[in-house]
């Protein structure tokens, strides 16, 4: 049994070293927004750069790992009204109604490390397909909330309050998501793909939305990489 382990670790370790194997940088532009809500969301564009690298198991199917900042974002107005009624000074009942609508502005940048099954057309050229599960971290939020509310005294016009800007909305750190796209690599040095992610795992954690509407990331992403190795 150990000299089996030992023959398949030479085998891979041989297989790899006598491989085509790719690697480089690539960027691209982002079109983001939420998915699974019932809000109306405006999408906003962002940006991703980084490395890739690509082990084949094949001639024409690859392993594509990569690690890349991710700039994604949305936008969406969130509307609450709430009624209280409740005794003055001199005993009488009094009933408020506060209307209040937050604009919502996510800009948030993510460390993304999708994980890509990549089939070629050619012997690692051509068109190629990709699918698979795209791992990501929020290490940057610099979203923005203005809020703005009207009050109204038992039945009164409305009057309303100074507008406020707030930064206080909570998201998930990790997010889980699967990625899959169409692309074309020349013979040498260049390939461009267009993907489109989807994420799994709800986005915001609290604040300035409804738990069923927090919504998961949607991403289409269309870029090119600087491709290094292979024939």
Do not use: C
Not at 25 to 35: A, E, K, R, V, W
Not at 55 to 72: E, R
């Amino acid at each position: 049994m150990k000299k089996i382990a030992i023959i398949l670790l030479f085998s891979i370790i041989g297989h790899f070293a006598s491989a085509q194997i790719i690697v480089g940088p690539q960027f691209g532009m982002n079109i983001g927004t939420l998915s699974h809500t019932d809000l109306t969301i405006d999408s906003k564009w962002g940006w991703h750069g980084g490395l890739f690298l690509g082990l084949p198991l094949s001639k024409h199917v690859y392993i594509m790992p990569a690690v890349l900042y991710s700039n994604k974002g949305f936008k969406y107005d969130y509307s609450t009204t709430t009624t209280n009624t409740a005794p003055d000074t001199s005993g009488t009942n009094v009933t408020s109604v506060v209307n209040l609508t937050a604009n919502v502005d996510a800009t948030l940048g993510y460390l993304d490390i999708p994980v890509l099954l990549t089939v070629f057309t050619g012997e690692t050229r051509g068109f190629m397909f990709q699918a698979g599960p795209q791992f990501s971290y929020l290490i940057k939020d610099n979203s923005n909330i203005t809020t703005s509310s009207t009050i109204s005294i038992n039945g009164g016009t409305s009057q309303p309050t100074t507008p406020t800007t707030d930064t206080k909305v909570t998201f998930h750190k990790g997010d889980l998501a699967l990625a899959a796209g169409i692309g074309y690599k020349l013979p040498s040095f260049l390939m461009v793909y267009a993907r489109v992610t989807t994420g799994i795992l709800k986005v915001q954690q609290n604040g300035f939305i409804k738990d069923e509407n927090a919504g998961r990331n949607f991403l289409v992403e269309i870029g090119g990489a600087l491709v290094f190795g292979g024939r």
